[in-house]
């Protein structure tokens, strides 16, 4: 196996946990990971050195973000977002993590989950996401403070039911 | 001291819990919170948020990756013909498009016990199945007391089928919404790790057949025994399923007393 499929090899376990993250399903998230495996080999001419693992970040964030956009013109298949909600739901520690990650922007939730479960540098993420680093500083901020919103925002509705 | 230098702001709160200021700005940081309890208490919620997320999804980068990952395969698939394999990625898609259009339009109509019941179950065997701290509600170990308690929830008797005799061994259960209230969940393992879930729910289906679904990984058989809907959930392997299902129905049809008797 050449190198290059070696450094590929070692990164699939890594960006099937950005990919359930960043979609929180499972088989969409395996089918993006498979995407992005399968242009990361057609494109290895293409590569010259560099930070693979961050170039398969790059590819798979941008393929997400075509599929959000495909979604979103076809409005009859939106119902995956039942499934979301189920994923989220009963999980204890997690409960309503995957639901506030659920209402953040495309680009905040990538932003976000590259830094902190991914273990990526600002420098890193802003290449992936191709903006300056002073916005992807921008999207974690908003980020976090949304989700933080969320959460917070969840207690009083339960104790009211109660 | 110069004031100004020691101002922190809202990025810097962030670089700060990330590990991205150099050490200077991080001593001045540190200084802060000290002072400051509003953002000390973001630094914590920032912090408590990463292991949420991390705790979400941590595990699933400890996952074998499925066959269908491997690099040799997908490159001789490539090498091989890339305008078959083009081809058949955009069909699948037009195809996929028009049986997702036409089953979604039949089932906003009507959507039967077996549709909700299997979706439902699968959604709960993709959740809980790669679960490695927090499987089951109530441990294997205590099956009268996870039976009773699950009877009287779900309303009507019911017993985690004993499947040791073909390797499996009982998990656990838990209580979850279902399509028609609540509904048990039971999970098996093989000594080997591979898991697979039982759900179960009450059902007005008369339907007794055992009815299989596919997806692109997991799988699960469907059948209803007197009141009650069973989904049996797990890897898309359907004569190894198919041979659990069995003997799950066969289990619990030796124990439920004839109808009306």
Redesign the interface.
């Given at each position: 196996?050449s190198e290059f499929?070696e450094q590929?090899?070692v990164a699939?376990?890594?960006l099937?946990?950005y990919a359930?993250?960043l979609t929180r399903d499972?088989?969409t998230a395996?089918?993006i990971?498979?995407d992005t495996?399968?242009r990361a080999?057609?494109s290895e001419h293409l590569f010259h050195g560099g930070d693979t693992r961050a170039w398969l970040y790059t590819i798979l964030t941008n393929l997400n973000r075509n599929r959000l956009r495909t979604l979103s013109r076809?409005p009859?298949?939106t119902?995956i977002k039942d499934?979301d909600a189920?994923?989220g739901?009963?999980?204890?520690?997690?409960r309503d993590?995957?639901r506030a990650?659920d209402e953040l922007a495309e680009d905040q939730r990538s932003a976000?989950?590259l830094?902190?479960?991914e273990g990526l540098?600002?420098r890193e993420v802003a290449e992936v996401q191709c903006v300056p680093i002073g916005t992807v500083?921008?999207r974690?901020?908003r980020a976090?403070s949304q989700?933080?919103t969320y959460?917070d925002g969840e207690r009083p509705t339960l104790r009211r039911v109660k | 001291m110069n004031d100004r230098d020691q101002i922190v702001s809202?990025?810097e709160i962030?670089?700060y819990v990330?590990g991205?200021l150099p050490a200077d700005r991080r001593t001045v940081v540190e200084a802060w919170l000290a002072t400051h309890p509003d953002d000390a208490a973001k630094v914590a919620?920032?912090r408590k948020?990463?292991e949420?997320?991390?705790?979400?999804?941590?595990a699933?980068?400890?996952?074998t990756?499925?066959q269908?990952?491997n690099?040799?395969r997908?490159?001789r698939r490539?090498s091989g013909a890339i305008v078959a394999a083009v081809a058949a990625i955009v069909a699948a898609f037009v195809i996929g498009?028009v049986v997702?259009?036409t089953a979604?339009s039949v089932e906003a109509a009507r959507p039967s016990d077996l549709t909700r019941f299997t979706?439902?179950a699968l959604?709960?065997y993709?959740?809980y199945v790669?679960?490695v701290?927090?499987p089951v509600e109530v441990t294997g170990d205590q099956r009268p007391h996870l039976d009773e308690w699950l009877s009287k929830r779900v309303g009507s008797p019911l017993r985690a089928p004993e499947l040791d005799k073909i390797g499996l061994k009982l998990v656990g259960g838990?209580l979850?919404?279902g399509p028609t209230g609540a509904t048990a969940f039971f999970m098996y393992e093989t000594p080997s790790g591979e898991r697979f879930t039982l759900y179960c729910g009450r059902t007005s289906d008369r339907d007794t057949a055992l009815r299989y679904t596919t997806?692109?990984?997991n799988a699960a058989y469907y059948w209803v025994d007197g009141d009650l809907a069973y989904v049996l959930s797990g890897p898309a392997e359907r004569d190894k399923l198919r041979e659990i299902a069995r003997a799950a129905y066969e289990e619990i049809d030796r124990r439920t007393p004839p109808l009306g008797g």
């Amino acid at each position: 196996m050449s190198e290059f499929h070696e450094q590929i090899k070692v990164a699939i376990p890594a960006l099937r946990r950005y990919a359930r993250a960043l979609t929180r399903d499972a088989e969409t998230a395996d089918d993006i990971v498979q995407d992005t495996l399968v242009r990361a080999l057609r494109s290895e001419h293409l590569f010259h050195g560099g930070d693979t693992r961050a170039w398969l970040y790059t590819i798979l964030t941008n393929l997400n973000r075509n599929r959000l956009r495909t979604l979103s013109r076809r409005p009859v298949l939106t119902p995956i977002k039942d499934g979301d909600a189920a994923t989220g739901a009963p999980e204890s520690g997690g409960r309503d993590i995957a639901r506030a990650l659920d209402e953040l922007a495309e680009d905040q939730r990538s932003a976000l989950l590259l830094v902190v479960l991914e273990g990526l540098t600002y420098r890193e993420v802003a290449e992936v996401q191709c903006v300056p680093i002073g916005t992807v500083m921008s999207r974690l901020a908003r980020a976090r403070s949304q989700i933080k919103t969320y959460l917070d925002g969840e207690r009083p509705t339960l104790r009211r039911v109660k | 001291m110069n004031d100004r230098d020691q101002i922190v702001s809202e990025d810097e709160i962030n670089a700060y819990v990330d590990g991205e200021l150099p050490a200077d700005r991080r001593t001045v940081v540190e200084a802060w919170l000290a002072t400051h309890p509003d953002d000390a208490a973001k630094v914590a919620a920032w912090r408590k948020q990463a292991e949420l997320i991390r705790a979400r999804y941590g595990a699933v980068a400890h996952e074998t990756p499925p066959q269908r990952f491997n690099l040799n395969r997908l490159t001789r698939r490539r090498s091989g013909a890339i305008v078959a394999a083009v081809a058949a990625i955009v069909a699948a898609f037009v195809i996929g498009g028009v049986v997702g259009w036409t089953a979604r339009s039949v089932e906003a109509a009507r959507p039967s016990d077996l549709t909700r019941f299997t979706a439902d179950a699968l959604d709960a065997y993709r959740l809980y199945v790669v679960e490695v701290r927090h499987p089951v509600e109530v441990t294997g170990d205590q099956r009268p007391h996870l039976d009773e308690w699950l009877s009287k929830r779900v309303g009507s008797p019911l017993r985690a089928p004993e499947l040791d005799k073909i390797g499996l061994k009982l998990v656990g259960g838990r209580l979850l919404p279902g399509p028609t209230g609540a509904t048990a969940f039971f999970m098996y393992e093989t000594p080997s790790g591979e898991r697979f879930t039982l759900y179960c729910g009450r059902t007005s289906d008369r339907d007794t057949a055992l009815r299989y679904t596919t997806g692109e990984q997991n799988a699960a058989y469907y059948w209803v025994d007197g009141d009650l809907a069973y989904v049996l959930s797990g890897p898309a392997e359907r004569d190894k399923l198919r041979e659990i299902a069995r003997a799950a129905y066969e289990e619990i049809d030796r124990r439920t007393p004839p109808l009306g008797g």
